[in-house]
């Protein structure tokens, strides 16, 4: 019979959900466990299940791994992260910069698909025995997960545009910085970017359904826990009618918008770098200006430097895939569900892993989650004058570490 794809969940929007052939040839000869519900619509799509593709439909040691282990590890980090650093944004005033209302839109969109795309493979995998049944779901969950965790991929993407350019302008503009980076502005800007998102995604909820399958088994051995129907979100759905075909062409645009953050991101930093080179040795030789301001604003773009290209690394290999499946570009169905599975554990890690370069590369960033979630905790032997004494020098330090690099 014809190669298999295994079905992903489609709550990322990615277009390879859909790559599952519902016309497969229903007849096959030898001895089988066949059951078939004579209730079910005889028009139902169909997927004939035998020993050979069951793996693809059912949990394998890897799949239970990665569902109960390794999803809600990464989703602890990142709920908690990123919601940390929205209230270390929240609560202290000095770190309301520029930069960071960039950053907390961010830790936004990680925070929208995170919150979304991972707890539906639970709810999927205690409901059903076969991998990414949707029949609990339904498809009022399919469009909602589908389109707002596309709209933060692409929020996501035109937010780290802004920030390298914050950055540039700050750097290699100075002149012009006050002018072009102000609070008001990033606020408008970040605005704008949602509403984008928002609305171009809008198509999302128009064409994302949930539709049942006939399985038909045709397996040597079939666990009586195995349901006689399987229900796939799908992106759009018939996927080979006209509407369809359509619309998944014009994802290419999606995929070209994704892309675009690379060439972008790396000529503009190459500039900061370059500018923040030639700011070093410009202080070295005349012996003047600050040091100090020169090194935190390297290190805020060192850091930088790091989330976006981990984005770039995390987000480029479904980018990928995408266009292999917009064009239909067939890859063997083991391969594809190796890339697939990986491909999803890079983006949720992506989602989780912001807060922790913060805090790594940050001496601003750990010095304000200090003040927001440590500072308040009472020390053994410490009186409360102490304390509130520690809490003013706290934030005064950081205050003035920010103000070297506005």
Aim: glycine share 4%.
């Amino acid at each position: 019979m014809p190669g298999r794809h295994r079905k992903m969940a489609g709550t990322e929007g990615y277009t390879l959900v859909d790559d599952q052939d519902h016309t497969m040839n229903n007849t096959y000869s030898g001895s089988v466990n066949f059951q078939n519900n004579p209730e079910m619509d005889e028009s139902m799509p169909s997927v004939n299940v035998t020993d050979e593709n069951l793996h693809l439909y059912v949990y394998s040691t890897v799949d239970t791994l990665l569902v109960t282990v390794v999803m809600p590890l990464i989703f602890s980090i990142g709920v908690l992260g990123n919601l940390a650093v929205i209230a270390v944004f929240v609560r202290v005033r000095s770190m309301r910069t520029v930069t960071n209302h960039y950053l907390v839109s961010l830790a936004v969109a990680d925070l929208t698909f995170i919150l979304l795309s991972v707890p539906q493979f639970w709810v999927m995998y205690v409901t059903s025995p076969l991998f990414g049944d949707y029949r609990v779901l339904q498809a009022g969950y399919c469009k909602l997960t589908i389109y707002l965790t596309e709209s933060s991929i692409i929020a996501s993407c035109f937010t780290v545009i802004l920030v390298t350019f914050e950055r540039y302008v700050a750097i290699c503009w100075p002149h012009k910085f006050k002018e072009l980076s102000t609070k008001p502005r990033a606020v408008l800007l970040c605005a704008l970017v949602w509403v984008f998102a928002l609305g171009y995604k809008i198509p999302t909820l128009c064409f994302s359904t949930v539709v049942e399958s006939r399985i038909v088994w045709m397996v040597s051995k079939k666990a009586d826990s195995y349901p006689d129907s399987i229900f796939y979100c799908h992106f759009c759905y018939p996927k080979n009618s006209s509407p369809c075909v359509a619309y998944k062409k014009s994802l290419t645009l999606d995929q070209i918008m994704l892309l675009m953050v690379i060439p972008i991101t790396m000529v503009m930093y190459s500039l900061i770098v370059l500018q923040l080179q030639k700011l070093a040795k410009s202080t070295m030789i005349r012996g003047t200006g600050s040091s100090s301001s020169t090194r935190m604003k390297k290190q805020v773009v060192r850091m930088l430097i790091v989330t976006i290209t981990l984005f770039v690394i995390c987000m480029t290999p479904f980018r990928i895939l995408n266009l292999f499946d917009i064009y239909n570009f067939t890859l063997p169905p083991n391969s594809q569900w190796v890339l697939v599975n990986v491909g999803r554990i890079m983006l949720y890690t992506n989602c989780s892993v912001n807060p922790i370069i913060y805090n790594i590369m940050s001496d601003r960033y750990r010095q304000a989650f200090h003040d927001t979630f440590l500072c308040c905790l009472p020390k053994r032997g410490e009186t409360n004058h102490e304390q509130s004494s520690c809490n003013r020098k706290t934030t005064k330090y950081t205050a003035s570490m920010w103000a070297e690099t506005k």
